[in-house]
């Protein structure tokens, strides 16, 4: 007998069962060691036992026979079956000696119309002081009697797995390797020993891509016996099934993933009670299995089975039901996350995660009857989006998802569809990728299509202003950013939506960027009023929603000066989106934030340590968050200048930049990031580059005035470009940057003047009366080296004109002599 590999908590357990029990039956999924470890467990209890295989055996009599044989050892032929068992029973009870009696394989005739007279056999041999029974089945025993002990086998565990495997394959050290195989096995100690048999005559990449790609048909070597083979086994199986079974099964494994009841019923597409009992046979025949509390699923083998061999017969209908299904559990998740439910919708969102990927792809089926299922989606998948779209395979396949909805609403010709979309399709490029100036476009196009419909001032009127504003805001666009989400917040107060989500984002827009652009008259009641309605509508603290505000109070303190409170702000939003596993975006970006207020006060290495982690928490998605990669760098390059390690410092600033640009080349904030470069650059003399990347830089001076009229960026810079023409001794250039930070510097004062704040105006003035001071010495410098210039020069014509003259002297009297 082969020696079992794992399974050791299972036999332990059953050891237990055997002498607590007078029948033990071992059921679980086909395939899954069932016989195996019932051998096993004999060969541990060291008694006698009887091995009966009742495969295809659907008949009691039938199984009265084998007993005939084991112990009368003679045929017998008696029309009463009753009394043949008893003389069985009788003749068991002289042997004396305990025994083990094992029926193997009996599915077939616990599920057969005998099956009642089945369990009387186990039962009538249970009564017998010497004897145990076992029983191993795909299906459960429907009685339940006290001496009948039920004991579901599942598949192998993750280390029992890898044991066989490793025990077929002594050579196979890549532990990668011997676990992707392990999983694509799912847990079959058949699959394992046929895959790892094929590792030899393949390379163990081959194998994991075949078993990959093609696992019925790896796993079905003709080199093996029926027996031994993956794909007739489970075709066996398959064919055993009732028809209408075989169909509704089929059905359900339209579904990809995991599934409770109500998902089951609503894709059937069945009286409720019908589909109920659907689903409890195939659980009770070990078709689908209880993954987790009311959570089922088909075995993966199963499924590469069911999609071979049966097609579903009404395709459209089971699509459609699906869509409407988990369109409808998406939409409940998006309620949720907005609420003190946020755990657990985040919680369903993983678990229904393979269900809606095939949700968002099952738009290229999209007909007539689920259009508007996938509009809806479109339009309002927010929090899913945000969860769902941040792999790179997820990202492109949410953007193939609303490239197929634009191109139905198109072929349905109807333009403010479209325009949902193109709202939709600019939010995911804005909030995931970063990528701010195509999503821009996007937004142009719906606004566009929303402005040929003034009258149409509804919900998906208000979300457009409210992602285009944010998408501008985002950007430095102060002035537009504001005035379209004023137009969401007006639509919205029509609306009567004082305590819905889109009003309070609205709101957080607004209190964000009118404080960013000095206006925190402006933005600070909208930032207390929506923390005021969040913490109503929510009702904790503890909530990503409630983390991001306290990011945005953080911002607030920092633009009224006070630093310890915003950093103390920076600090509790990020512990609550650590606590409520908030989408990494949002997570990163507190990071950044605690990361740059501990900077302010020598906490370099602390900071360092902030920053490090949020480059690890982007490492698995290097296409997106471009804006937050920015920021990330950024705040490292202010760390190295904190060190004075200029280089390191130098060349994070120009990725910050790089990455700014990547997502929006107008965003007048690179403009700062360009006078840190510069002052980077400056300190290791590389004065050229300083003054080039500097006149890159200030095209975007308009868009600052415009946007940020007190912003003090420009003049810094300014500053920053004066340096760098001194040290490169161009006085023209140096007079020429002056006169233009003195503009900028009394622009400055005019604006301070015009806003009656005095204090601001007296800093600038004084601010510039050393930039005026600085210019002087550069220019007395500079007039110095000119004159040291023009000495040395004077010297230099003198000698060469003195030597000239003596030349020509020396000539003449050569000559005159001559004569």
């Not at 409808?328 to 809606?356: M, S």
Request: hydrophobic share 40%; with cysteine; charged share 25%.
């Amino acid at each position: 007998m082969a020696v079992l590999v794992g399974r050791v908590s299972e036999i332990k357990e059953l050891r237990e069962k055997v002498q607590q029990h007078k029948i033990v039956v071992i059921h679980g999924f086909k395939g899954v060691g069932k016989s195996s470890i019932a051998r096993e467990l004999c060969r541990q209890i060291q008694q006698p036992y009887y091995w009966n295989d009742l495969r295809n055996v659907s008949k009691a009599d039938e199984v009265l026979q084998y007993l005939v044989r084991n112990f009368l050892k003679e045929a017998i032929v008696l029309e009463d079956s009753k009394v043949m068992l008893a003389l069985v029973c009788e003749n068991i009870a002289r042997h004396g000696h305990d025994l083990v009696i094992v029926f193997d394989n009996a599915e077939d005739v616990i599920k057969g119309i005998e099956g009642h007279f089945f369990v009387e056999i186990l039962l009538s041999l249970s009564y017998l002081v010497n004897t145990n029974v076992l029983v191993t089945s795909d299906v459960k025993l429907s009685v339940q009697k006290e001496e009948i002990c039920d004991y579901p086998l599942g598949e192998l565990c993750f280390k029992d797995s890898y044991d066989l495997l490793k025990s077929v394959c002594p050579t196979l050290k890549d532990t990668d390797k011997i676990s992707a195989i392990v999983n694509l096995c799912e847990g079959i100690p058949l699959a394992l020993v046929l895959a790892g048999g094929e590792i030899g005559f393949l390379d163990v990449d081959e194998v994991i891509y075949l078993l990959s790609h093609y696992r019925l048909k790896v796993l079905s070597s003709e080199c093996y016996s029926k027996d031994e083979q993956i794909e007739p086994i489970y075709k066996a199986f398959l064919d055993r099934l009732p028809k209408a079974l075989e169909e509704k099964l089929t059905v359900l494994n339209y579904i990809p993933g995991t599934f409770d009841i109500e998902e089951a019923v609503s894709v059937l597409g069945e009286a409720e009670g019908r589909s109920q009992d659907t689903v409890r046979l195939l659980v009770h025949r070990h078709i689908i299995s209880e993954v987790s509390e009311e959570r089922f699923n088909i075995h993966g083998i199963l499924r590469d089975c069911l999609k071979e061999y049966l097609k579903i017969k009404d395709i459209d209908g089971v699509r459609a039901r699906f869509c409407r299904t988990f369109a409808a559990i998406l939409k409940q998740i998006e309620k949720k996350t907005h609420t003190i439910d946020y755990a657990d919708a985040l919680c369903r969102l993983n678990i229904e995660y393979q269900n809606f990927r095939k949700l968002f792809t099952d738009v290229i089926y999209c007909t007539e009857d689920t259009y508007h299922v996938f509009i809806d989606l479109a339009a309002t998948t927010i929090a899913g989006g945000s969860i769902l779209f941040t792999t790179m395979a997820t990202y492109d396949m949410g953007i193939q998802f609303y490239e197929n909805c634009l191109k139905k609403a198109v072929e349905f010709k109807e333009e403010l569809d479209e325009a949902k979309v193109q709202t939709g399709y600019g939010r995911v490029l804005t909030n995931i990728k970063g990528d701010y100036v195509h999503a821009e476009e996007r937004f142009q196009r719906a606004m566009e299509i929303r402005r040929r419909h003034p009258n149409k001032r509804d919900y998906f009127m208000a979300l457009l202003c409210q992602s285009y504003g944010w998408n501008l805001g985002s950007q430095g666009k102060f002035v537009q950013a504001l005035r379209i989400l004023e137009e969401a917040y007006e639509v919205e107060r029509e609306l009567k939506m004082h305590y819905e989500n889109l009003m309070l984002q609205t709101m957080q827009s607004l209190a964000i960027f009118y404080n960013m652009s000095g206006r925190i008259d402006k933005g600070e009641p909208h930032q207390l009023e929506v923390l005021k309605r969040r913490l109503h509508v929510i009702g904790t603290e503890n909530h990503p929603i409630i983390g991001s505000i306290m990011n945005n109070m953080g911002v607030l303190y920092e633009r009224k000066g006070d630093f310890a409170k915003a950093a103390e702000y920076y600090r509790k939003g990020f512990a609550i989106k650590e606590d409520t596993k908030a989408p990494l975006k949002a997570l990163v970006i507190s990071e950044i934030n605690v990361a740059r207020s501990i900077l302010e006060v020598g906490q370099y290495d602390e900071a360092v340590d902030l920053l490090k982690n949020s480059f690890k928490r982007l490492e698995d998605f290097p296409n997106l968050f471009s804006d937050a990669r920015s920021l990330l760098w950024e705040t490292m390059g202010k760390a190295c200048l904190n060190q004075n390690n200029f280089p390191q410092a130098a060349a994070a600033f120009k990725k910050a930049i790089a990455f700014r640009i990547q997502s929006s080349a107008s965003d007048h904030s690179i403009l700062g990031l360009v006078c840190l470069y510069a002052k980077s650059l400056l300190a290791v003399s590389e004065n050229e580059k300083a003054v080039a990347e500097i006149n890159k830089g200030l095209r975007l001076c308009d868009s600052i005035i415009q946007n940020t009229p007190t912003n003090p960026t420009i003049v810094f810079t300014y500053e920053k470009l004066l340096e760098a023409n001194f040290a490169l001794k161009r006085r023209e250039a140096v007079d020429n940057t002056y006169e233009a930070g003195k503009k900028e510097f009394f622009r400055l004062i005019k604006v301070y003047e015009d806003l009656r704040n005095f204090n601001k105006r007296e800093d600038v003035l004084s601010h510039f009366q050393k930039f005026r001071q600085r210019y002087l010495e550069m220019c007395e410098n500079l007039q110095k080296v000119n004159s040291h210039r023009f000495c040395d020069n004077f010297i230099l014509i003198s000698l060469i004109g003195y030597k000239v003259l003596f030349v020509t002297m020396f000539y003449l009297y050569k000559k005159l002599k001559r004569k």
